[in-house]
């Protein structure tokens, strides 16, 4: 199976099961910068227009100022501890898309949050995260 139709397969079986999937911004954000710069080289637009229909699937979180202020408490603490998790000079999604995980639970009590990436080393640092493929309901 091509990985693009097992990661919609994943979808849709969480989906169908009543899991609420959210992503952040910033996570359309990255994807959506390199499906256009390859559409731009000649690539298909339509990796793009499926993103585009994610957004009838799944809600997106925007970046608040508590967001901001809850990132830069952890990219704080976390280069003070020595265990940075981006280049100093780059903005650190992770940590970014970590804290609006960690705000959740206070807008979503009882709810069980788990984040979905392929990046559980920095994340799980901050919040419960796990490789997407290994989440199953």
């Not at 169908?16 to 992503?23: E, F, N, P, R």
């Not at 970046?63 to 020595?82: E, M, N, P």
């Not at 970590?98 to 206070?106: F, K, S, T, V």
């Amino acid at each position: 199976m091509r990985p693009k139709f097992f990661v919609q397969e994943w979808l849709y079986s969480l989906l169908s099961k009543g899991v609420y999937v959210i992503s952040s911004d910033l996570c359309d954000y990255e994807v959506r910068r390199s499906l256009l710069l390859n559409s731009i080289r000649g690539a298909s637009n339509q990796s793009i227009d499926n993103l585009n229909n994610l957004d009838d699937l799944i809600d997106f979180l925007p970046i608040t100022k508590s967001v901001t202020q809850q990132a830069s408490q952890l990219w704080a603490i976390s280069r003070f501890q020595g265990i940075p998790t981006a280049n100093p000079k780059n903005i650190d999604v992770d940590v970014i898309i970590a804290a609006q995980c960690q705000l959740m639970p206070a807008e979503n009590p009882g709810q069980n949050l788990v984040v979905a990436t392929t990046n559980v080393k920095h994340l799980s640092r901050f919040i419960n995260s796990q490789k997407w493929f290994e989440i199953r309901y």
